[in-house]
């Protein structure tokens, strides 16, 4: 078994767009990872018109134990992008008299929110 942070580099050094399962299938097949050593997190595809499919890879461990894994960061949409906005946030009321400042702090609570929902379904 290759050293994950050494596969992650050649997967980020890749010239052509090479699709995520076949990847994955090659990795498997020639024993380079075990079934349970790699996850993907779709980031949505709006770059992808310009974009690989893989958009980088990197070697994660998510603190649960010693183990790391394989993390693929891929260009589609998650079950999070296809849902309508408001099943997974409140609209709010916009005013006249809103300052930056309070525009400022909702956009970072909205951001907060949409990363928490994206982790939320990307288990789906």
């Known amino acids: 078994m290759r050293n994950l942070e050494h596969l992650a580099k050649q997967i980020n050094a890749l010239k052509h767009d090479i699709r995520a399962e076949v990847i994955i299938n090659d990795l498997l097949k020639n024993s380079e990872i075990e079934e349970n050593q790699y996850v993907t997190q779709n980031e949505g595809q709006f770059s992808r018109a ?17 183990r790391q894994v394989l993390k ?5 949409d998650s079950i999070y992008d296809m849902l309508p906005e408001n099943i997974t946030h409140h609209a709010k009321n916009d005013g006249p008299d809103k300052d930056v400042d309070v525009m400022i702090r909702e956009y970072q609570a909205q951001k907060k929110t949409t990363e928490s929902c994206q982790n939320f379904f990307s288990t789906f």
């Open 50 to 66: 310009y974009r690989f499919d893989i958009l980088a890879s990197e070697v994660t461990d998510y603190d649960y134990d010693s």
């Open 72 to 76: 693929l960061n891929l260009s589609r």
